[in-house]
Nanobody
Framework: VQLQASGGGWVQAGEALRLSCAVSLRSFGTYTIAWFRQAPGKERQFVAG????????YHADALKARFTISRDNTKNTVDLQLNMLKPEDTAVYYC?????????????????WGQGTLVTVSS
């Protein structure tokens, strides 16, 4: 499994960004592809996940009003739309893959990780 995140950048508060995770799965089966984020000095935080078979999604409660995960099967990507960004959203955003199709929310359940993409939101 290979993952590559892109789309981060510097924006002002209130603006939007769209992150993309290019996914390469070498084996069959159901996976959860998720986005996590990690701000300096803080633990890695679950943002949203989507299953590869049914496209079922789960978003962190605190973020679901502004962030949306989706998949593009033609491009083999899992995208994260970030709307109404706030300075506290500043973090490195990672995409990750788990062989569990149950949408786990803890980092330890994810074996494969992309390199991360930095999102910086200024006030």
């Amino acid at each position: 499994v290979q993952l590559q995140a892109s789309g981060g950048g510097w924006v002002q508060a209130g603006e939007a960004l769209r992150l993309s995770c290019a996914v390469s799965l070498r084996s069959f089966g159901t996976y959860t592809i998720a986005w996590f984020r990690q701000a300096p000095g803080k633990e890695r935080q679950f943002v949203a996940g989507i299953t590869t078979n049914t496209g079922r999604t789960y978003h962190a409660d605190a973020l679901k009003a502004r962030f949306t995960i989706s998949r593009d099967n033609t491009k083999n990507t899992v995208d994260l739309q970030l709307n109404m960004l706030k300075p506290e959203d500043t973090a490195v955003y990672y995409c990750a893959a788990s062989s569990s199709g149950l949408l786990p929310t803890i980092p330890e359940r994810y074996r494969y990780w992309g390199q991360g993409t930095l999102v910086t939101v200024s006030s």
